[in-house]
């Protein structure tokens, strides 16, 4: 019987989201009009999250449940969109004129190796501690506190020497 009662359920839900997927598919495609890809992504991940929903705890309201979700995996792709960004060093700090590769730009092989070699060659003339607290939390993407948890360093000196090594290589890119 219980077998019987999960299934209906399991189709209630299918249903809703049949229903509502358009809604959906407005919803981000609206935030993401540039990335129809990224955009069928979330609703997938959407539907999944409303499909996993325990037998337990059906919501009273579908469509603001759903929307709910759907507010969450957005904040989700933002956040995660943006500690990727936050983990790329630009180097227009570094020189005019040149980015490190980031998933948004085409993949250019030659302008990387040059970007990398120069941003390599900048890194050389930091002393080791600065360029391991940047490289780890920066490319790594660790916080302050993992950073320094890593590194037995105190976060207070994980900050100074982030700033410090940003500064000098600010300086070396003139």
């Known amino acids: 019987m219980a077998a019987c009662i999960g299934t209906t359920s399991l189709t209630r839900r299918a249903?809703?989201?049949?229903a509502l997927r358009p809604a959906l598919r407005r919803y981000f495609r609206r935030r993401l009009p540039s990335s129809v890809d990224d955009a069928d992504d979330l609703i997938q991940e959407v539907c999944a999250r409303f499909l996993a929903l325990p037998e337990t705890a059906?919501?009273?309201?579908?469509?603001r449940y759903l929307f709910g979700i759907a507010r969450h995996v957005w904040a989700d792709f933002l956040a995660e969109r943006a500690r990727q960004r936050r983990h790329l060093v630009s180097s227009e700090?570094?020189?005019?004129?040149?980015m490190l590769h980031t998933a948004e730009s085409p993949s250019d092989p030659a302008r990387e190796a040059l970007t990398s070699q120069f941003v390599a060659s900048l890194l050389q003339h930091l002393p080791k501690t600065q360029k391991a607290v940047l490289?780890?939390?920066e490319q790594e993407g660790y916080s302050y506190a993992e950073t320094a948890a890593r590194l037995g360093l105190s976060v207070h000196t994980v900050h100074t020497y982030l700033k410090s090594a940003k500064s000098q290589l600010r300086k070396l890119a003139r």
């Open 58 to 63: 059906a919501p009273v309201d579908e469509w």
């Open 15 to 18: 249903d809703v989201l049949v």
């Open 93 to 98: 700090e570094l020189s005019p004129g040149t």
């Open 135 to 137: 490289l780890t939390h």
